[in-house]
């Protein structure tokens, strides 16, 4: 071994000695540099809950300040509205002031109700007053559907108080019509649609057990609101809906006062969902239907034939001699209920199917007042749709049948509106026959505006704004068009995205100053502009106040354009929204970007309802996100 090498060799157990205290400051500057870390960490986590405390504090300020504002409100419908909403928004936070703020805005629906100021048109008697608040279109409703989402005991203390009011609207009534009139399953009573309205809220509030639990008291009679409550009850839990349709079944097979119209009623429950039919003694038809009527559900061979079973009890009872025939149908409205549901009892009860047609031909024929559009009802939602190739055909007959451009105008218009309801471009070409210029441009607009909403639906983007450049659109409608056109773009077209919503707002700027819809149509681009140009957004924030201020009827909720247009089979009306596009929805969104900004934006609306709608959207955007309590 070589000097060298022995040299190395008695060093080797020496190095340790030498590396140790190196090794020994680097861990220990390593610690420090950890801890201070750490602390930093600390402290600026403890500065951002210390905000987050402030702007808590704050919010629930501004939500209180709002609430004691509403008492000076002049408009007596508002009051309790936002009352009601200041309540529900601070409710995580401080239950007990919530309670309370629930107890005043209850007592400013009574006043606002006492005066009709929400229910009451001009020249309205007292009946269709007193309908209409049954129906739950009073301030007393909104409150109540309010306060039971957030405790079932407030909401059946508001309840109750309804009970006495309800009962004298109903002897009001009563006053006013027929000593002979009967149920006819359409309405529930006073209380009873109260409750199911009510329920039929909490269930689409996802409380579906909360829902139940209000709703059975009433689940005992068969009317739109209960089958309409129990259909949407099924889409969620189709084993408790269809025990409790069951249940209800077993009454009314046994119910003496069970007639006709008790069948339709059920069927909408087993055939028709979203179809609720009903027949009168003339044999004209009394009908509500969904925006989205569902196909027939799967239920069990075993419910199926309790409902044919019952249906079959109460449509072969024997008749009554007609001049006591106080049934709501009567015969003609009967023989029309047994026609229309026939085909269900040939599929599946062939004898019981024999027994109903002799029953049908002891009823009569039928009469000369049943209208066509009637006439539909026996087959709407039990059989298809006519086929779009038939009624073309039909059109063509009619056309060259027709005796004047006025019928040839109308029969054009019938086919163009039917096509364009289900996406058909050919509608386009229909609606160029119409003669009369001022009537081809309406129809065509909503002719345009239905194939623009189907290519929404269907996420096609360049259709959309395809149609957005030539369609016979108006300034805001157009301005809407491009608006969709944007949010259907992926993130990777940011730039073809941000060039529509140019298109969209030069669109709304062309429109008229009074135009009521231009601030409805710049709260959907502000949406759009939140996540692809957060500045650009605020810009835009700017021009909505500037159209808000400007139209008095402009709220900030429930914003959307409507365009309808009449055709002979009824009013068809369009509502053109935007998935997640709504005033206290982009004021959420900005209130994260600058929350003190955005509150400064809510005060510059000068009229009440928009501005405590934004303040009350500004504040639950940080009252929501953390439910705790604070001290103030």
């Not at 220990?28 to 403890?46: D, F, G």
């Not at 909401?155 to 009563?174: M, P, S, V, W, Y």
């Not at 809220?201 to 829902?211: I, R, Y």
């Not at 027949?279 to 239920?299: C, H, L, M, N, V």
Request: charged share 25%.
């Amino acid at each position: 071994m070589s000097k060298r090498h022995t040299a190395i060799l008695n060093f080797l157990p020496m190095l340790p000695l030498f590396v140790l205290p190196f090794t020994a400051s680097a861990q220990v500057n390593n610690e420090k540099q950890s801890r201070l870390a750490l602390a930093k960490t600390e402290v600026r986590s403890n500065e951002a809950d210390a905000l987050e405390v402030q702007r808590r504090s704050f919010a629930f300020s501004l939500v209180t300040s709002l609430a004691d504002e509403a008492r000076a409100y002049r408009d007596l419908a508002l009051r309790p509205r936002v009352l009601a909403r200041s309540a529900d928004a601070i409710w995580d936070v401080d239950s007990d002031m919530a309670r309370g703020l629930f107890r005043r805005a209850w007592q400013a629906a009574e006043e606002g109700d006492a005066g009709e100021l929400t229910v009451k048109g001009k020249d309205d008697p007292p009946m269709v007053t007193a309908l209409r608040r049954m129906s739950g279109r009073d301030l007393r409703s909104e409150v109540l559907n309010m306060a039971a989402r957030r405790d079932r005991a407030l909401g059946e203390e508001f309840l109750a108080k309804l009970q006495d009011e309800l009962k004298r609207a109903a002897a009001d009534t009563k006053d006013q019509t027929d000593s002979r009139s009967v149920n006819d399953n359409w309405s529930a009573s006073g209380i009873g649609a109260k409750r199911l309205q009510l329920a039929r809220t909490l269930l689409d509030d996802n409380q579906t057990e909360q829902a139940i639990e209000f709703a059975k008291p009433s689940l005992n009679e068969v009317n739109l609101y209960s089958i309409g409550f129990l259909s949407a009850l099924r889409r969620k839990q189709p084993d408790s809906a269809d025990q409790m349709f069951a249940s209800l079944l077993a009454r009314a097979e046994i119910d003496p006062s069970s007639d006709a119209n008790t069948v339709s009623g059920l069927s909408s429950y087993v055939i028709s969902p979203g179809l609720y039919v009903t027949f009168k003694s003339d044999g004209g038809a009394r009908w509500s239907q969904s925006d989205e009527p569902a196909p027939p559900p799967s239920i069990s061979a075993s419910l199926r034939n309790k409902f044919l079973q019952a249906s079959a009890s109460i449509l072969l009872k024997p008749l009554p001699p007609t001049d006591q025939d106080f049934s709501s149908s009567g015969r003609l409205g009967k023989s029309m209920v047994v026609k229309r549901l026939l085909p269900l009892f040939d599929q599946y009860a062939h004898d019981t199917a024999t027994a109903l047609r002799t029953a049908l031909t002891s009823l009569g024929g039928s009469s000369s007042n049943t209208i066509d559009n009637d006439g539909l009802m026996l087959t709407r939602g039990v059989q298809p749709d006519e086929n779009i190739g038939d009624a073309l055909e039909q059109l063509q007959y009619r056309l060259s049948r027709a005796k004047t451009s006025r019928e040839r105008d109308r029969f054009c218009a019938d086919m163009s509106i039917a096509l364009a309801n289900q996406g058909d471009k050919r509608a386009q070409n229909i609606v160029d026959k119409i003669e009369d210029s001022d009537r081809r441009l309406h129809i065509r607009r909503y002719v345009d505006l239905s194939l623009i909403q189907r290519a929404v639906r269907k996420k096609d983007a360049s259709e959309v704004a395809r149609l957005s450049k030539t369609g016979e659109l108006s300034h805001t409608q157009r301005s809407w068009a491009y608006a969709q056109a944007a949010g259907l773009l992926p993130k990777s077209e940011r730039l073809q995205a941000l060039e529509y919503l140019q298109e969209a707002v030069d669109e709304s700027r062309r429109a008229e100053t009074n135009d009521s819809d231009r601030a409805t149509v710049l709260i959907v681009i502000a949406t759009q502009y939140v996540s692809a140009d957060p500045v650009r957004a605020w810009e835009i924030m700017d021009d909505l106040v500037r159209a808000a201020n400007s139209n008095e009827e402009f709220r900030g909720e429930n914003e959307q354009l409507s365009y309808g247009v009449a055709s002979t089979n009824g009013v068809n009306v369009m509502h053109l929204g935007c998935e997640d596009c709504n005033f206290a929805g982009v004021l959420r969104m900005l209130s994260k970007d600058d929350f003190y900004r955005s509150i400064d934006l809510a005060r510059s609306f000068k009229n009440d309802a928009p501005r405590a709608t934004a303040t009350l959207a500004i504040a639950r955007a940080v009252l929501d996100s953390k439910a705790t309590s604070f001290n103030r």
